[in-house]
Every structure is written in C-alpha cells, then in structure tokens.
C-alpha cells in the first residue's frame, strides 16, 4: 500500500529523553505527513513536507521536529519527550494526480512516554 | 479552519441492516473528501474517495455521497455484516496555505459494531 513502513512499531521512553520515529516510503511521492492520535481528539497534523528539506508546521509541532534529507525518509524528533507525547503516530502520503491525490497512511507507532 | 464532524460518534446495529454514517465540514472549500475505516489497534484503511467536482463514490457495498454546498458527506454500507465492526473516519482535504499544500482535516469517527 504506497509502500510506507514506520518504524519502530512500539516504543517506550522516559520522560526527557529525545525519539526519533522514521517513515519511509518506496514509490517517491512528494508529499508527506505526520499525524498523532489521542481519545478524544482524533487525527491532528503536527507536521509535512512538500519536498526534500521543505517542511512546515501543522496545528500540533510544539515540542516535535522534523527532517527530510531524502525523498524516501520522513524523520520525526521528539526532542524532549513528555508524558503528554504519548500517542499513536501516523505517517501518511499524498498520493499522486492519477490517484485522485488520495491519501495513505502507515501502520502507525505507538509511543509510550513513562 | 476547517472542522469535520461525525454522527453518531458510535452506532449498534443487527447484522443484515442498511445504516447510513454522517460527516459535516464547515468551509466547503475542499479538495476531495475520503473516507477511511480503522480496525482497534490498526491503521487507516482508505474505503472510497470522492473528489470536489463528483456526487458519489461506490465500492461493492459502500456508497458515498457528497454535498459541498451544504457541507456534508454520507457513507452508506448494505447489508451489514460482522466483519464491517471498526470505527469509521471522514477526512476532508483542505487547503494548508495559498502556495497549495493540503491536508486532511479528521473528524472523530463513528465506532460500528455489527451485531450476529
């Protein structure tokens, strides 16, 4: 499915310490997305990028930072995880003209911040 | 901002029934509308997308429909079946800036369960 793999599948962490979570993704879509979700809040955006190195902030960054040196790899950094980062993690990508620009999205990673 | 809403937030149903799910955004300002379905503990599953300019979409027996002027979408399942229980998600794709990136804007979802 668009050939996006997350990794790691689970993670637990202690609070302070930074995390990184990677996708990655097989077919060079240019478009890519991290969202995170919570009961009761759903799916929110905290960041995308439109491009190697072009990223930018959706409505959740705080605390959270990105990189994108390759079209493949979409790198998100924790830099200081908290308890309230404890959440399930999605990566997605746009698909393409041909694909009604549908998105799809990643199994996911589930962080646990202790 | 754009916000979406599903109702109801969860819905029990007999096995065999017809059930419709609701989705509302506030700014009609969209580029396609998709709808996903969602297993405990999975990832999102695309089930059908409907672009700005189409009415509906059909997937054997799912069909869903879009209203933009009135802000709204519906996702219909026949024939309801066990294996049909999961939450189901509507996501608009919205504009982020006017230099044209995009984004999906979730509503909350509606948790089904298909009783046998």
């Known amino acids: 499915d668009a050939g996006i793999t997350q990794s790691p599948r689970h993670k637990v962490t202690e609070t302070g310490t930074p995390v990184t979570l990677r996708c990655h993704q097989t077919e060079n879509h240019r478009y890519m997305y991290w969202y995170r979700q919570d009961p009761g809040h759903g799916l929110r955006l905290i960041h995308y990028s439109y491009g190697v190195k072009d990223t930018d902030k959706g409505e959740v960054s705080d605390g959270y930072s990105v990189s994108r040196s390759k079209t493949e790899d979409f790198l998100l950094t924790l830099e200081s995880a908290t308890s309230s980062q404890t959440s399930v993690y999605f990566c997605?990508?746009?698909?393409?003209?041909?694909?009604?620009?549908?998105?799809?999205f990643g199994s996911g990673t589930r962080l646990t911040v202790v | 901002k754009q916000e979406v809403t599903q109702i109801p937030a969860a819905l029990s149903v007999p096995e065999g029934e017809n059930l419709v799910l609701n989705c509302s955004f506030t700014d009609s300002a969209i580029y396609n509308l998709q709808w996903f379905r969602q297993d405990p503990g999975k990832g999102l599953t695309s089930l059908l997308l409907?672009?700005?300019?189409?009415r509906e979409q059909t997937s054997g027996r799912l069909n869903a429909s879009l209203d933009k002027s009135s802000g709204r979408s519906t996702l219909y399942i026949a024939a309801s079946q066990p294996g049909d229980s999961a939450t189901y998600l509507c996501?608009?794709?919205?504009?982020?800036?006017?230099?044209?990136?995009?984004?999906?804007?979730f509503g909350k979802g509606t948790k089904l369960t298909v009783n046998p």
């Open positions: 997605a990508i746009r698909g393409r003209r041909e694909e009604n620009y549908g998105y799809t």
């Open positions: 996501a608009a794709c919205t504009s982020i800036t006017q230099g044209g990136s995009e984004k999906l804007v």
């Open positions: 409907i672009q700005s300019s189409q």
